[in-house]
Every structure is written in C-alpha cells, then in structure tokens.
C-alpha cells in the first residue's frame, strides 16, 4: 500500500478531526495529529484549541514526499519540508545474514545482502539513492538454479529500461528473464529449481517479489507484518491455478512432485517455455511505503517458518536487536532458535534494519483494575478451551 501525503490548502483552520483512542485529532492524506476534543467550526474552538503531542508508536508526516511509489518519477529525494526545514523520515540500511546447512547433507541455499545499492551499481543505472536489495533463494534438486538466480537476478532488473520508473514491471519481468536464461543455459543444471524472494528498497518503498514458500516479515513497533505469501500447492489460491493448468495436487505436492508452486528452474516440470505449466516463475509483488514504526525486515527460507511464526521470529529479533543492535548477531540467533526447534531443511536468514538505533521499548501502560491472572494465561486457558470444544 502507497500513501501519498499532501500539505494542507490553507493553514488559517486546521483540517477536519477523526476519532483515535477516544480522542480527536486532525488528518490530511495519512499525516496525522492528535489534539483536543473542542469544536473547530466554533470560533471558540478555534481559538481554545491545542495540538497536542502524538503517542510514540504514531508515525507524523508532514510534508509532501516527492518519493511516494515505485511506479512515479524517482528523481527527488530531499524530502525536506519548506516550512520547517526538517528532514522527513529515510530508512539508514543495515543488514546481516546467516546461513546453516541444518539436517540436510547438502547445502543449497543462498542469498545476497546490498545495503547500498547506488555504490554496487557504480553509476551504470540511474539509481535512487538510498537504495538497498536484499534477497534470499532456496534450492532444490542441486544448488545450480539458487546460485544463477542470486548472481544474474539484480542485473535481469536494473538493465530492464523500465527500472527505476516502473520497478515493479521490471521485477516481475526480471524473474521471467531469469528463468528462461537459466533454461538456455548448457553448463547449468536445468533439472534443478529455485524458489526466489527479493526486497527492493527505493528511498522509502519498499517492494517485496516472491515465487515459492520463503518468507518476509516486517517488524512494525514489535508487531509481525507478513509482505509474502507462501505458494504451497494446497494454499487454495494455488490449488485453483494448478488444477487450471492441468496439475494436480497430491499430497501436498505439485504433480506429486515438488512442494511448491512457484520456482524459478525445474524444467523437467515445465516442459518448453510458450506451454502453459502449473509450475510458473512469476513473482507475487507487495509495495510498502516505511514509516519510523518499521523497524526491521526479516527475510527467511522456509527452514526458519517451518518451525516458527511471523509473529515469533519478529519478537525474538526485537529482543536480540534491543540487548545488542547488531543483525548480524539477530539472523545468527534465528537459525540457532530454529535448529534447536529441530527444523528439517537448510536455514538462511537476512535480518534488514532500517534505522542505526536499536528498537525502543514499548511502554504498556498498566491497567486499572488488578487481574488475578496473566494475559498470557488468559490466551493459553481460551486456546485450551477452544480446543476442547
């Protein structure tokens, strides 16, 4: 989702007032302050009236960003506020990764960490800046369509001539590109396959592309936001495609074959490449603008989701970003969380942050009335009950 901020028409009256957590407060096109309950159509109102200060986990806006998608002009990024002469919110990228071979005896996964795009390309592709990729790609059948994919798949994007005006056109083409040059190519093995998950980062958009069962979350102020969907054959949006297509799905399985559907590569399934397959390369995109509330994304191979939740991962990355501010050390503590769940597959993870100080803590405030037991304990007796019903 893409907002687009706007400055008000006139600054003599405030602009209308909605309700946030039994208070009223002023919004214009996603920039949003909290102030008193008085009338403003009053000349009372107007004069009695008071701005007051958002809450913390509030993201305020207030200036026009010339940055507001991936499909608009790329070409201003000051995003400084003329009448306050402040910076409007950018992302600083810091990133670490880490990689495990797990229970499996080969290691086929692999994954590529740019936290400055603009240097990587050294000015051959006219670039926003800041810009950032990230990706992370999980082989099966050998490891040769994870490592074509993690060398040529950024190359397939920035010489698209569409990029950066149209970065999603140019993604989703750029996987298409990949999977057909990995068909032609002679050195390569065409037998094995890839899935594939990218994060593109533009000034402050954000653009997730995925084909197969690796994972973005997005921890938003200690909340996990899932950016991805998982192509497993039996999910029923896949399911429909497949059996469209002529598959089937057994077992869980795509033509009793592979347990995804979605990959770059597998062409033993795919057949040649004007059939129409149920195995397809194309890319599921999600567009985010960030805020100051995101904090920090995490991209995994399903090694890391098959033994954990979004919501699980995001808060043990919190925790480890708070105590040393270091994702490097955060993707290490995942995979070590994940092995010692007793996952079945490779692990790899790319912890991104998107500021250079850690996450801050979250003040609850504590409630009036005296519990006699936790929330917590309250989840676990409903989910007992649910389960007995």
Known sequence: MVWKDSMAASTEFPPPLVML????????????IVGGSEDLNTSEGRKDVKVGKPPRHL??????????????????????????????F??????????EIGPKPYMEDEHICIDNLVKHLRASVNCPSPGAFYGVFDGHGG????????NNILKFITEDNRFPVSAKKAMKSAFTKADYAFADSVSLDRFSGT???????????LLIANAGD?????????????????????????RLRIEKLGGSVYDGYLNGQLSVARAIGDWHMKGSKDSACPLIAEPELQETLLTEEDEFLILGCDGLWDVMSSQCAVTIARKE???????????????????????????TVVVICFSPDPPPRIE??????RRSISMEGLHLLQGALDSNM
């Not at 950018?90 to 990689?99: E, I, M």
């Not at 921890?219 to 949006?237: F, Q």
């Open 21 to 32: 957590d039994g208070k009223y407060g002023s919004k214009e096109n996603g920039s949003l």
């Open 90 to 99: 950018l992302p600083v990228f810091r990133s670490g990764s880490c990689s």
């Open 195 to 205: 899935t594939a998950l990218t994060a593109l980062i533009l000034g402050r958009s």
């Open 214 to 238: 690796c994972r973005a979350v997005l921890g938003k102020r200690g909340r996990a936001m899932e950016l991805s969907r998982d192509h497993k054959p039996s999910c029923s949006v896949e």
């Open 321 to 347: 970003l708070m105590a040393h501010n270091d994702p490097e050390r955060c993707s290490r503590e995942l995979v070590q969380e994940a092995l010692k769940r007793h996952t079945c597959d490779n692990l």
């Open 143 to 150: 490891k040769d369509a994870a490592c074509f994919v993690r």
């Open 59 to 88: 993201s305020v806006i207030r200036h026009t960003v010339g940055l507001v998608g991936l499909d608009l002009n790329l070409g201003t990024h000051g995003l400084i506020c003329p009448q306050e002469g402040q910076s409007a």
């Open 364 to 369: 609850i405030p504590r409630p009036r009335v």
